[in-house]
């Protein structure tokens, strides 16, 4: 049985991060480097998702629980669909195995 790796730091700086993942299974550490974001894109579907969420404010949903259930067992699959798609295309791609230096530094008294 294989398991995803761990996020266990993340980092992002003017727009280029990226996060370090752990394997449980392998004991490996992996970087993923973080894919850039068209912003043209990012503005035009936040807008378009903008316009869709106060066309549905201005609708009225019959007081009946069976519509309001049959629109929860209907839209929790899709926006989870979606936000997977989402994370798939946007997040990031695992690059490779890194390795942990740990550094033996000294204290210094400042006295």
């Not at 752990?22 to 998702?49: L, Q």
């Not at 740990?102 to 008294?109: E, F, N, Q, V």
Request: aromatic letters at 14%; a positive charge.
């Amino acid at each position: 049985m294989s398991t995803k790796p761990v996020p266990i730091y993340g980092k992002s700086d003017n727009g280029k991060g990226y996060t370090i993942y752990f394997d449980i299974n392998t004991k490996k550490a992996y970087r993923g480097n973080h894919k850039e974001i068209n912003s043209a894109k990012y503005w035009i579907v936040f807008f378009a998702f903008l316009v869709l969420m106060r066309g549905l404010a201005e609708v009225s949903f019959a007081d009946s629980w069976f519509v309001k259930l049959l629109l929860i067992i209907i839209g929790v699959p899709i926006s989870i669909l979606i936000g997977r798609i989402v994370q798939k295309k946007v997040y990031c791609r695992i690059a490779g195995d890194i390795f942990i230096r740990l550094h033996a530094g000294r204290l210094s008294d400042p006295g």
